[in-house]
Protein backbone atom coordinates (compact mmCIF):
# COMPACT_ATOMS: atom_id res chain seq x y z
CA UNK A 1 0.00 0.00 0.00
CA UNK A 2 3.04 2.01 0.53
CA UNK A 3 4.05 1.69 -2.95
CA UNK A 4 0.54 2.68 -4.46
CA UNK A 5 0.75 5.72 -2.21
CA UNK A 6 4.08 6.94 -3.88
CA UNK A 7 3.06 6.02 -7.34
CA UNK A 8 -0.73 8.03 -6.94
CA UNK A 9 2.25 11.02 -5.80
CA UNK A 10 3.66 10.81 -9.52
CA UNK A 11 0.47 10.36 -11.48
CA UNK A 12 1.07 7.08 -12.64
CA UNK A 13 -1.83 5.09 -10.53
CA UNK A 14 -5.39 6.32 -10.80
CA UNK A 15 -6.60 3.78 -8.62
CA UNK A 16 -7.25 5.56 -4.77
CA UNK A 17 -6.90 3.46 -1.53
CA UNK A 18 -10.80 3.53 -0.37
CA UNK A 19 -11.99 2.15 -3.91
CA UNK A 20 -9.90 -0.25 -3.35
CA UNK A 21 -11.28 -1.10 -0.06
CA UNK A 22 -15.01 -0.55 -1.77
CA UNK A 23 -14.39 -3.02 -3.97
CA UNK A 24 -13.13 -5.47 -1.41
CA UNK A 25 -16.12 -5.11 0.51
CA UNK A 26 -18.73 -5.31 -1.83
CA UNK A 27 -16.94 -8.16 -3.93
CA UNK A 28 -17.18 -10.46 -0.51
CA UNK A 29 -20.55 -9.62 0.44
CA UNK A 30 -21.33 -10.74 -3.67
CA UNK A 31 -19.57 -13.77 -3.81
CA UNK A 32 -20.78 -14.83 -0.24
CA UNK A 33 -24.23 -13.91 -1.47
CA UNK A 34 -23.83 -16.15 -4.53
CA UNK A 35 -22.66 -19.20 -2.82
CA UNK A 36 -25.29 -19.01 -0.16
CA UNK A 37 -28.17 -18.85 -2.91
CA UNK A 38 -26.37 -21.65 -4.78
CA UNK A 39 -26.82 -23.92 -1.88
CA UNK A 40 -29.79 -23.65 -1.06
CA UNK A 41 -30.65 -24.21 -4.63
CA UNK A 42 -28.55 -27.25 -5.04
CA UNK A 43 -30.06 -28.50 -1.85
CA UNK A 44 -33.79 -27.74 -2.50
CA UNK A 45 -33.34 -29.54 -6.08
CA UNK A 46 -31.17 -32.64 -4.48
CA UNK A 47 -32.89 -33.67 -1.29
CA UNK A 48 -31.38 -37.25 -1.59
CA UNK A 49 -27.98 -36.16 -1.74
CA UNK A 50 -27.94 -35.10 1.80
CA UNK A 51 -26.88 -37.73 3.58
CA UNK A 52 -24.10 -38.70 5.26
CA UNK A 53 -22.40 -41.66 7.18
CA UNK A 54 -22.37 -45.00 5.00
CA UNK A 55 -25.44 -43.67 3.23
CA UNK A 56 -23.50 -42.83 0.31
CA UNK A 57 -20.85 -44.92 -2.30
CA UNK A 58 -17.26 -43.39 -2.75
CA UNK A 59 -16.85 -42.80 0.73
CA UNK A 60 -13.28 -42.51 0.56
CA UNK A 61 -13.49 -39.16 -0.35
CA UNK A 62 -14.21 -37.97 2.56
CA UNK A 63 -10.65 -39.21 4.09
CA UNK A 64 -8.50 -36.36 4.47
CA UNK A 65 -6.10 -35.39 1.54
CA UNK A 66 -2.99 -34.16 3.31
CA UNK A 67 -1.18 -34.31 6.84
CA UNK A 68 -2.21 -31.08 7.83
CA UNK A 69 -5.99 -31.66 6.89
CA UNK A 70 -6.00 -34.89 9.27
CA UNK A 71 -4.52 -33.12 11.87
CA UNK A 72 -6.62 -30.31 11.93
CA UNK A 73 -10.04 -32.18 12.28
CA UNK A 74 -10.14 -34.48 8.74
CA UNK A 75 -10.98 -31.33 6.52
CA UNK A 76 -9.65 -27.80 6.70
CA UNK A 77 -11.07 -25.37 3.67
CA UNK A 78 -10.24 -21.67 5.71
CA UNK A 79 -6.76 -20.72 5.19
CA UNK A 80 -5.73 -19.89 1.63
CA UNK A 81 -1.58 -20.54 2.53
CA UNK A 82 0.14 -21.78 0.02
CA UNK A 83 -0.76 -25.02 0.94
CA UNK A 84 -1.29 -27.39 -1.95
CA UNK A 85 -2.32 -30.10 0.06
CA UNK A 86 -5.49 -28.33 1.21
CA UNK A 87 -6.26 -27.33 -2.94
CA UNK A 88 -7.99 -30.97 -3.08
CA UNK A 89 -10.53 -29.86 -0.69
CA UNK A 90 -10.91 -26.34 -1.63
CA UNK A 91 -9.30 -25.61 -5.02
CA UNK A 92 -9.85 -21.72 -4.59
CA UNK A 93 -6.44 -22.24 -2.62
CA UNK A 94 -4.97 -22.43 -5.97
CA UNK A 95 -3.15 -19.63 -6.82
CA UNK A 96 0.38 -18.28 -8.15
CA UNK A 97 1.96 -19.41 -4.72
CA UNK A 98 1.66 -23.35 -5.30
CA UNK A 99 3.09 -22.91 -8.84
CA UNK A 100 5.03 -25.53 -9.69
CA UNK A 101 4.60 -27.82 -6.08
CA UNK A 102 4.26 -30.96 -5.35
CA UNK A 103 2.33 -33.03 -2.84
CA UNK A 104 2.86 -36.73 -2.03
CA UNK A 105 0.54 -38.17 1.10
CA UNK A 106 0.51 -41.46 2.30
CA UNK A 107 -1.90 -43.51 5.52
CA UNK A 108 -1.30 -46.75 6.19
CA UNK A 109 -4.85 -47.43 8.15
CA UNK A 110 -5.70 -50.99 9.20
CA UNK A 111 -5.87 -54.84 8.10
CA UNK A 112 -3.49 -53.63 5.32
CA UNK A 113 -5.88 -51.31 4.11
CA UNK A 114 -3.43 -47.79 2.75
CA UNK A 115 -4.15 -44.52 0.92
CA UNK A 116 -2.39 -41.65 -0.39
CA UNK A 117 -2.88 -38.60 -3.22
CA UNK A 118 -0.47 -36.68 -4.85
CA UNK A 119 -0.73 -33.38 -7.07
CA UNK A 120 1.27 -31.07 -9.09
CA UNK A 121 0.23 -27.60 -9.97
CA UNK A 122 1.07 -25.26 -12.63
CA UNK A 123 0.06 -21.58 -12.96
CA UNK A 124 -0.38 -19.60 -16.30
CA UNK A 125 0.36 -16.14 -16.65
CA UNK A 126 -3.12 -14.41 -16.76
CA UNK A 127 -5.14 -17.16 -16.81
CA UNK A 128 -4.63 -19.08 -13.34
CA UNK A 129 -3.00 -21.82 -11.51
CA UNK A 130 -4.12 -25.78 -12.88
CA UNK A 131 -3.42 -28.61 -10.39
CA UNK A 132 -4.00 -32.79 -11.18
CA UNK A 133 -4.52 -35.11 -8.86
CA UNK A 134 -4.52 -39.15 -8.15
CA UNK A 135 -6.08 -40.26 -4.88
CA UNK A 136 -6.58 -44.13 -3.77
CA UNK A 137 -7.24 -46.72 -1.90
CA UNK A 138 -6.48 -50.25 -1.37
CA UNK A 139 -8.49 -52.37 0.61
CA UNK A 140 -6.49 -55.52 0.62
CA UNK A 141 -6.75 -59.06 -0.84
CA UNK A 142 -9.52 -60.90 0.39
CA UNK A 143 -10.36 -64.27 0.63
CA UNK A 144 -13.08 -65.71 -1.55
CA UNK A 145 -15.65 -68.63 -0.42
CA UNK A 146 -18.93 -70.10 -2.11
CA UNK A 147 -22.25 -69.77 -0.37
CA UNK A 148 -21.37 -72.96 1.69
CA UNK A 149 -18.09 -71.94 2.98
CA UNK A 150 -15.69 -73.14 0.38
CA UNK A 151 -12.75 -71.70 -0.15
CA UNK A 152 -12.92 -70.59 -4.00
CA UNK A 153 -9.48 -67.97 -4.30
CA UNK A 154 -8.91 -64.45 -3.35
CA UNK A 155 -10.15 -60.69 -4.49
CA UNK A 156 -8.74 -57.80 -4.68
CA UNK A 157 -10.62 -54.24 -3.93
CA UNK A 158 -9.50 -50.48 -4.62
CA UNK A 159 -10.82 -46.82 -5.46
CA UNK A 160 -9.28 -44.37 -7.66
CA UNK A 161 -10.16 -40.39 -7.61
CA UNK A 162 -8.66 -37.89 -10.57
CA UNK A 163 -9.30 -34.52 -10.56
CA UNK A 164 -8.32 -32.13 -12.59
CA UNK A 165 -8.38 -28.15 -10.14
CA UNK A 166 -8.20 -24.75 -11.64
CA UNK A 167 -7.87 -21.82 -9.13
CA UNK A 168 -7.72 -17.90 -9.69
CA UNK A 169 -7.42 -15.00 -7.67
CA UNK A 170 -10.08 -12.18 -8.14
CA UNK A 171 -8.88 -8.51 -8.80
CA UNK A 172 -6.77 -7.69 -5.99
CA UNK A 173 -5.83 -10.88 -5.08
CA UNK A 174 -8.01 -10.79 -1.48
CA UNK A 175 -10.59 -13.23 -3.21
CA UNK A 176 -10.30 -16.17 -4.89
CA UNK A 177 -12.35 -18.76 -6.54
CA UNK A 178 -11.76 -22.58 -8.03
CA UNK A 179 -13.18 -26.01 -9.10
CA UNK A 180 -12.11 -29.28 -9.18
CA UNK A 181 -13.32 -32.00 -11.82
CA UNK A 182 -13.18 -35.58 -10.41
CA UNK A 183 -13.66 -38.77 -11.88
CA UNK A 184 -13.86 -41.57 -9.92
CA UNK A 185 -13.30 -45.54 -10.41
CA UNK A 186 -14.18 -47.92 -7.71
CA UNK A 187 -13.25 -51.73 -8.40
CA UNK A 188 -15.01 -54.53 -5.55
CA UNK A 189 -13.78 -57.68 -6.99
CA UNK A 190 -15.43 -58.32 -10.56
CA UNK A 191 -17.99 -55.47 -9.51
CA UNK A 192 -16.79 -51.82 -10.17
CA UNK A 193 -18.43 -48.34 -10.73
CA UNK A 194 -17.64 -44.66 -12.02
CA UNK A 195 -18.85 -41.86 -11.47
CA UNK A 196 -18.12 -37.56 -11.52
CA UNK A 197 -17.79 -35.08 -9.64
CA UNK A 198 -17.45 -31.09 -9.33
CA UNK A 199 -16.23 -28.78 -6.29
CA UNK A 200 -16.78 -25.41 -6.18
CA UNK A 201 -14.62 -23.26 -3.58
CA UNK A 202 -14.06 -19.53 -2.89
CA UNK A 203 -11.14 -17.81 -0.04
CA UNK A 204 -10.57 -14.42 1.42
CA UNK A 205 -7.66 -13.47 3.18
CA UNK A 206 -7.54 -9.92 4.27
CA UNK A 207 -4.42 -7.74 3.67
CA UNK A 208 -2.60 -7.93 6.77
CA UNK A 209 -3.41 -12.12 6.34
CA UNK A 210 -4.37 -12.40 9.57
CA UNK A 211 -7.92 -13.56 8.81
CA UNK A 212 -9.14 -16.40 6.74
CA UNK A 213 -12.36 -17.19 5.53
CA UNK A 214 -13.27 -19.71 3.16
CA UNK A 215 -16.34 -22.01 1.43
CA UNK A 216 -16.96 -25.19 -0.37
CA UNK A 217 -19.20 -27.16 -2.30
CA UNK A 218 -17.74 -30.85 -2.69
CA UNK A 219 -18.91 -33.99 -4.96
CA UNK A 220 -21.75 -32.35 -6.68
CA UNK A 221 -22.25 -35.22 -9.14
CA UNK A 222 -23.35 -38.63 -9.31
CA UNK A 223 -22.64 -42.16 -10.63
CA UNK A 224 -22.44 -42.96 -13.49
CA UNK A 225 -22.37 -46.49 -14.20
CA UNK A 226 -23.89 -48.41 -10.98
CA UNK A 227 -22.09 -51.40 -9.52
CA UNK A 228 -25.39 -53.80 -9.67
CA UNK A 229 -27.75 -51.99 -12.86
CA UNK A 230 -30.46 -50.27 -11.61
CA UNK A 231 -29.06 -49.90 -8.05
CA UNK A 232 -28.06 -45.95 -8.23
CA UNK A 233 -26.61 -44.25 -4.97
CA UNK A 234 -26.00 -41.21 -3.64
CA UNK A 235 -22.32 -39.58 -3.72
CA UNK A 236 -20.86 -37.69 -0.28
CA UNK A 237 -21.89 -34.59 -0.85
CA UNK A 238 -20.24 -31.92 1.16
CA UNK A 239 -20.96 -28.77 2.38
CA UNK A 240 -18.40 -26.52 4.50
CA UNK A 241 -17.41 -23.17 5.85
CA UNK A 242 -13.95 -21.98 7.50
CA UNK A 243 -12.70 -18.86 9.18
CA UNK A 244 -9.31 -18.76 10.90
CA UNK A 245 -7.58 -15.84 12.61
CA UNK A 246 -3.93 -15.52 13.58
CA UNK A 247 -3.00 -12.83 16.27
CA UNK A 248 -0.47 -10.22 14.74
CA UNK A 249 2.21 -10.40 17.33
CA UNK A 250 1.97 -13.70 18.27
CA UNK A 251 1.97 -17.09 16.62
CA UNK A 252 -1.27 -18.48 16.98
CA UNK A 253 -3.58 -19.34 14.69
CA UNK A 254 -7.61 -20.60 16.16
CA UNK A 255 -9.47 -22.55 13.47
CA UNK A 256 -13.61 -23.44 13.23
CA UNK A 257 -14.76 -25.42 10.95
CA UNK A 258 -18.76 -25.26 10.07
CA UNK A 259 -19.46 -28.36 8.58
CA UNK A 260 -21.99 -30.71 6.85
CA UNK A 261 -24.27 -27.13 5.89
CA UNK A 262 -26.42 -29.61 3.65
CA UNK A 263 -28.54 -31.65 6.64
CA UNK A 264 -28.99 -30.48 9.70
CA UNK A 265 -30.15 -33.40 11.95
CA UNK A 266 -26.64 -35.41 12.07
CA UNK A 267 -27.18 -37.97 15.51
CA UNK A 268 -28.58 -41.04 15.57
CA UNK A 269 -30.30 -43.37 18.19
CA UNK A 270 -28.72 -46.82 18.41
CA UNK A 271 -31.42 -48.96 19.95
CA UNK A 272 -28.50 -51.22 21.26
CA UNK A 273 -27.01 -48.34 23.52
CA UNK A 274 -27.89 -49.57 27.12
CA UNK A 275 -26.69 -46.24 28.31
CA UNK A 276 -29.87 -44.58 26.31
CA UNK A 277 -32.57 -47.29 27.73
CA UNK A 278 -34.69 -47.25 30.48
CA UNK A 279 -33.65 -50.92 32.31
CA UNK A 280 -37.70 -50.94 33.29
CA UNK A 281 -39.85 -50.15 30.52
CA UNK A 282 -36.99 -50.93 27.86
CA UNK A 283 -38.11 -47.52 26.04
CA UNK A 284 -35.10 -45.25 25.00
CA UNK A 285 -34.83 -42.28 26.61
CA UNK A 286 -35.52 -39.33 24.49
CA UNK A 287 -33.48 -36.53 24.84
CA UNK A 288 -34.66 -33.05 25.80
CA UNK A 289 -35.29 -30.31 23.03
CA UNK A 290 -32.33 -28.33 24.23
CA UNK A 291 -29.66 -31.23 24.32
CA UNK A 292 -30.46 -32.09 21.09
CA UNK A 293 -30.08 -29.04 19.82
CA UNK A 294 -26.57 -27.96 21.18
CA UNK A 295 -25.69 -32.00 20.27
CA UNK A 296 -26.20 -31.80 16.32
CA UNK A 297 -24.75 -27.71 16.94
CA UNK A 298 -21.33 -29.42 18.40
CA UNK A 299 -21.60 -32.02 15.11
CA UNK A 300 -21.34 -29.25 13.09
CA UNK A 301 -18.58 -27.55 14.53
CA UNK A 302 -15.12 -28.18 14.34
CA UNK A 303 -12.32 -26.23 16.26
CA UNK A 304 -8.49 -26.44 15.70
CA UNK A 305 -5.37 -24.92 16.30
CA UNK A 306 -2.06 -24.30 14.93
CA UNK A 307 0.79 -22.92 16.53
CA UNK A 308 3.41 -21.28 14.05
CA UNK A 309 7.32 -21.06 15.22
CA UNK A 310 8.61 -19.15 12.47
CA UNK A 311 8.36 -20.36 8.75
CA UNK A 312 10.09 -23.75 9.01
CA UNK A 313 8.09 -25.41 12.12
CA UNK A 314 4.50 -25.96 13.22
CA UNK A 315 2.71 -28.07 15.95
CA UNK A 316 -1.51 -28.38 15.05
CA UNK A 317 -4.06 -29.87 17.29
CA UNK A 318 -7.86 -30.68 16.54
CA UNK A 319 -10.93 -32.03 18.00
CA UNK A 320 -13.43 -33.17 16.58
CA UNK A 321 -17.20 -33.81 18.38
CA UNK A 322 -18.70 -35.31 15.62
CA UNK A 323 -16.01 -37.97 14.95
CA UNK A 324 -15.93 -38.75 18.78
CA UNK A 325 -19.38 -39.21 18.93
CA UNK A 326 -19.64 -41.66 15.96
CA UNK A 327 -16.50 -43.49 16.83
CA UNK A 328 -16.08 -43.58 20.48
CA UNK A 329 -18.07 -46.50 23.00
CA UNK A 330 -20.09 -45.08 25.96
CA UNK A 331 -18.55 -48.18 28.03
CA UNK A 332 -14.99 -46.93 27.16
CA UNK A 333 -14.22 -43.39 26.35
CA UNK A 334 -11.24 -42.73 24.43
CA UNK A 335 -8.95 -40.26 22.34
CA UNK A 336 -11.69 -40.40 19.47
CA UNK A 337 -12.36 -37.36 17.56
CA UNK A 338 -8.73 -36.00 18.88
CA UNK A 339 -5.83 -35.28 16.02
CA UNK A 340 -2.43 -33.21 16.09
CA UNK A 341 0.38 -33.38 14.12
CA UNK A 342 3.51 -31.02 13.05
CA UNK A 343 4.83 -29.56 9.92
CA UNK A 344 8.78 -28.99 9.45
CA UNK A 345 11.24 -27.94 6.73
CA UNK A 346 14.31 -29.99 5.96
CA UNK A 347 16.50 -28.55 3.03
CA UNK A 348 13.99 -27.94 0.53
CA UNK A 349 11.16 -30.36 1.66
CA UNK A 350 8.14 -29.52 4.16
CA UNK A 351 7.56 -32.55 5.80
CA UNK A 352 4.35 -33.11 7.84
CA UNK A 353 2.63 -35.62 10.28
CA UNK A 354 -0.59 -36.49 11.79
CA UNK A 355 -1.91 -38.41 14.41
CA UNK A 356 -5.36 -39.75 14.33
CA UNK A 357 -7.41 -41.93 16.84
CA UNK A 358 -10.08 -43.22 14.15
CA UNK A 359 -10.25 -47.06 15.95
CA UNK A 360 -10.53 -48.02 19.96
CA UNK A 361 -7.41 -50.01 19.69
CA UNK A 362 -4.99 -48.21 17.15
CA UNK A 363 -3.68 -44.71 15.71
CA UNK A 364 -3.84 -43.39 12.41
CA UNK A 365 -0.55 -41.67 10.79
CA UNK A 366 -0.44 -39.61 8.18
CA UNK A 367 2.69 -38.40 6.03
CA UNK A 368 2.86 -35.56 3.97
CA UNK A 369 5.42 -34.30 1.73
CA UNK A 370 5.59 -30.89 -0.07
CA UNK A 371 8.50 -29.52 -2.30
CA UNK A 372 8.33 -26.91 -5.11
CA UNK A 373 10.17 -28.23 -8.16
CA UNK A 374 11.63 -25.09 -10.20
CA UNK A 375 13.89 -24.67 -6.56
CA UNK A 376 15.80 -27.90 -8.21
CA UNK A 377 15.67 -27.16 -11.55
CA UNK A 378 14.68 -23.41 -12.31
CA UNK A 379 11.23 -22.53 -13.44
Not at 229 to 247: H, T, W
Request: glycine fraction near 8%.
Amino acid sequence: MFIHFNHLKKGIHKIKPKSFRLWSITSFMLITKRLFIFTLLLLSAKTNFAQIGGSSTYNFLELPYSARAAALGGTFVGVRDGDLGLAATNPSFLDTSVNNHVVMSYTPLYAGIDYGYVAYARSIKDIGTFDVGIKDINYGTFTQADDIGNITGTFTAAEYMFNVGYGRSLKDSLFSAGINLKGVYSALDQYYSFGGMVDLGVSYVSPNRCFFLGAVIQNVGAQIKEYYPGNSEPVPLDADIGVSYKFKHAPFRFNLMVQHLQKWTLTYADPTDTQTVNPLTHELITPSATSNFLDNLGRHLLGSFEMLLGKNFAVRFAYNYEERKELSLTTRPSLDGMSGGFEMKIYKFHISYALAKYNLNAFSNTFTFIFDTSQFYGR
